[in-house]
């Protein structure tokens, strides 16, 4: 990792700067590394243990190159840390090279961002977050950071934090939403699966737990309808799904089975079934109701119920 400095700070970098620098790589690669892999870059519970392999990062030394300063790091071969899930076969379409570390995703990363690419799939909402973050560390001591010696790799400075907080800025916030699909594919190792809407277009998600995971096996290659929250590009299309909870979708309305288009601003309220009404419950009840126009009450209400189901074995 080269550091573009000042000619005072020649391997005598002052230890607030160097500390406060270094506190930001290794939640870069991992949120690098889990959005190459998993599709998100953040996710709740403990890790599991191919991520924490992979992104043990390890200081090993450091140099100095003219004015600035190199720092040795070393890290894991993807495809060491991660042997089980390179047995398996069609990922994601960003799966690494195996050959390739943390710091190659993060580098994939930089370069999006640099480029102001608002349709990528190597960054989300929270990832960009992590770059803007960094604006407090660039000045008159560390003017850049480059995640490699050789070549000509991007620079994250300045430039580029304020280029990752304008993209995060413009990316379209979450919403709540429910999807009607076919299970056409599920990896328990990194809790996707996805779905086949009706146009025959794929939308991918992540289960927000491994455990959650195994819920849908009796789903495979049936209908269902995916309770979740949608999140977007900085384009406005969707990136994926983060979902809540799965049921069966069988009759679902045609409604559902659509890419849920961003929405910035709350619709007007109109008049829609409620949970109590006509006697049903769950997915049924909102199979007459526009997607998401729910209050969030009634969502999380819808599923508490579909995660017990799936609890109970319903």
């Known amino acids: 990792m080269r550091l573009q400095t000042g000619p005072d700070y020649r391997q005598r970098l002052p230890l607030d700067v160097c500390g406060r620098m270094l506190a930001y790589i290794p939640p870069l690669v991992a949120g690098s590394l889990r959005m190459a892999i998993e599709g998100a870059s953040a996710a709740r519970g403990r890790p599991p243990a191919w991520f924490q392999r992979a992104s043990d990062i390890r200081f090993t030394g450091y140099d100095k190159h003219g004015d600035d300063t190199l720092i040795a790091l070393e890290i894991p071969k993807i495809g060491d840390a991660a042997e089980e899930l390179y047995r398996q076969i069609g990922l994601w379409e960003t799966r690494p090279n195996p050959d390739d ?94 779905i086949r809407i009706e146009s025959g277009e794929e939308i991918s998600g992540v289960m927000e737990s491994t455990e959650s995971v195994g819920s849908l096996v009796g789903y495979f290659g049936k209908p269902v309808v995916v309770l979740g929250r949608a999140v977007y590009r900085p384009s406005g299309r969707l990136l994926r799904i983060d979902a809540m909870g799965l049921q069966d979708g069988t009759g679902a309305a045609s409604v559902f089975s659509k890419v849920p288009p961003a929405q910035t601003v709350r619709p007007p309220a109109v008049s829609r079934m409620k949970l109590s009404e006509a006697g049903k419950r769950g997915v049924p009840a909102f199979f007459d109701t526009w997607p998401g126009d729910e209050t969030d009450a009634e969502f999380e209400a819808l599923v508490r119920e579909v995660r017990c189901g799936i609890g109970s074995g319903r």
């Open 101 to 194: 570390t943390g710091f190659e995703m993060l580098r994939h990363v930089v370069d999006e961002v640099a480029a102001e690419n608002d349709e990528s799939s190597f960054y989300d909402r929270q990832l960009l977050n992590r770059f803007a973050k960094m604006r407090t560390v660039f000045g008159s001591g560390i003017r850049a950071i480059q995640f490699a010696d050789a070549g000509n790799p991007t620079a994250v400075n300045q430039r580029l934090a304020e280029t990752a907080a304008r993209l995060g800025t413009i990316t379209p916030p979450t919403r709540q939403v429910r999807v009607a699909g076919v299970l056409d594919m599920i990896r328990h190792s990194t809790r996707s699966f996805s």
